[in-house]
């Protein structure tokens, strides 16, 4: 059974950073693109930025030059790095995991909230 867990959510004020962690297991992790969504209240869920599984990176336009998704396959892990914080990135973000090409999505985790205040 494939598990992917969040962690690193929290409140920050804008200008700030936070790192996401995702913990996957019961899945060959190295195999797999790995992404992260978000989702605003509201608002249709929307890709983030996704790694594919040789390492390969793409980033919505929205934050690109502020986020940085990155994989430690030895830890079975996937990290988002978010930087320079704005409200409009306050979402709940989800981690997910499947295939690289075409690149689609099969495992959810269950979210971490993620509020920027201004």
């Known amino acids: 059974q494939v598990q992917l867990v969040e962690s690193g959510g929290g409140s920050v004020q804008a200008g700030g950073s936070l790192r996401l962690s995702c913990a996957a297991s019961?899945?060959?992790?190295?195999?797999?693109?790995m992404g992260w969504y978000r989702q605003a209240p509201g608002k249709v869920r929307e890709l983030v930025a996704a790694?594919?599984?040789?390492?390969?990176?793409n980033y919505a336009n929205s934050v690109k030059g502020r986020f940085t998704i990155s994989r430690d396959n030895a830890k079975n892990t996937v990290y988002l790095r978010m930087n320079s914080l704005k409200p409009e990135d306050t979402a709940v973000y989800y981690c997910?995991?499947?295939?690289?090409?075409?690149?689609?999505?099969?495992?959810w985790g269950q979210g971490t909230q993620v509020t920027v205040s201004s």
């Open positions: 997910t995991a499947g295939n690289d090409y075409p690149l689609s999505w099969v495992h």
């Open positions: 019961g899945m060959i992790f190295s195999a797999n693109a």
């Open positions: 790694i594919t599984s040789g390492g390969a990176t």
